[in-house]
């Protein structure tokens, strides 16, 4: 698995991602996004929440 985040214009995005490309991936789901979604690229979630955790003994 290989993600990331490309700060430029869509050309030089494009020759960036082009040698990945020619790997002929599975999926593929690099994508124009706006900024504000990039914190849900992962799904994690925005707001804190809940855990617990079990100490062994």
Partial sequence: MIDGAVQAGDERAERLLAPLRELKPEIDTFARVPSRVVSR????PEEPTPGLRYASS
């Fill in 41 to 44: 690229i992962h799904m994690d």
